[in-house]
């Protein structure tokens, strides 16, 4: 069960990089544009 929870937590903590890598990326390419 612990294990379990920690693939939850970890898979949670990935879905939030992705996204923080998303939003730094369009940020990177609207000052490049700009």
């Known amino acids: ?4 929870g920690f693939i939850k937590e970890l ?8 996204f ?3 939003l730094y990326a369009t940020e990177i390419n609207g ?3 700009h």
Do not use: T
């Not at 898979?11 to 992705?18: G, T």
């Open 11 to 18: 898979k949670i903590v990935q879905k939030k990089l992705r």
């Open 31 to 33: 000052y490049v544009n």
């Open 20 to 22: 923080l890598k998303y």
């Open 1 to 4: 069960l612990e294990i379990h």
